[in-house]
């Protein structure tokens, strides 16, 4: 943890999570959040958003910042419903986290059609994949070889999280501080981009 007599710089970031119906968007923010997880399946009606600090330390700099990240999640029958729900999440976003599960091989083969649709050239906007239910790896329909051939076509990692209510213990934490480390690694890289500070370094975070 982060001294008490420390003071470090605040970073702010929007993060859109776009995924198909049904691939855990809401369990996985909650998860992220440090809330319980639904055990009940409902569609988010319009858009929720969910603000997470997270204190991280950039070892290369051996500098401390906590960053403060928005989350916007919506449902997909409301962004087909309403035309200003897609635009207002995408408006501003620093990062987009494109979902699919486990168990849906049709949602991880609806990925790059989303990176298709969303992307443009001049976009500056962090691109980010995460698989849901991974803790359901007996019931996989996504293969390693096809995340290996994803992240090597695409040049995207490929997170993972277990989205089962298990806040209490020591694995989820574990969980969720490798995903919002790995996160806010490339949110802080994409800054470095932006301001022309050369490519990539190693830019690792570790929670303090």
Same mark, same amino acid.
């Given at each position: ?8 710089s ?14 855990? /968007?809401?369990?996985?923010?909650a ?7 639904p ?16 204190p ?7 500098? !401390? $910042?906590?960053?403060?990240?928005? #989350?916007? @999640? ?5 962004? /087909? /419903? ?5 635009? !207002?999440?995408? =408006?501003?976003?620093? !990062?987009?986290? $494109?979902?699919?599960? $486990?168990? =849906?091989?049709s949602? $991880? ?13 001049? =976009?500056?906007?962090?691109? %980010?994949?995460?698989?849901?239910? #991974? =803790?359901?790896? !007996? ?6 070889? @096809?995340?290996? @051939? #994803? ?35 490339? %949110? ?11 490519p990539?370094? @190693?830019? /690792?975070?570790?929670?303090?």
């Amino acid at each position: 943890m982060v001294p008490l007599h420390i003071s470090i710089s605040e970073v702010r970031y929007k993060v859109f999570l776009l995924g198909k119906s049904g691939v855990g /968007k809401t369990s996985t923010l909650a998860k992220l959040s440090g809330c319980l997880i639904p055990t009940v399946h409902s569609e988010t009606q319009g858009i929720q958003t969910t603000t997470v600090f997270w204190p991280g330390k950039i070892l290369q700099q051996n500098k !401390a $910042f906590m960053f403060q990240i928005q #989350f916007w @999640d919506t449902g997909e029958n409301s962004t /087909k /419903k309403y035309d200003h729900i897609m635009p !207002a999440c995408l =408006d501003k976003a620093d !990062a987009i986290i $494109f979902l699919f599960s $486990f168990i =849906d091989k049709s949602s $991880f083969e609806d990925i790059p059609h989303q990176l298709t649709r969303i992307s443009t050239p001049k =976009d500056n906007t962090t691109k %980010l994949v995460m698989g849901t239910k #991974f =803790d359901q790896f !007996a019931h996989s329909e996504i293969t390693q070889r @096809d995340i290996r @051939d #994803f992240e090597h076509n695409w040049k995207i990692p490929i997170l993972k999280t277990r989205n089962i209510p298990d806040a209490e213990n020591q694995n989820s934490f574990n969980d969720i501080a490798q995903n919002l480390n790995i996160i806010c690694e490339h %949110l802080w890289q994409r800054d470095l981009n932006i301001g022309g500070k050369g490519p990539p370094g @190693d830019n /690792k975070i570790s929670y303090c």
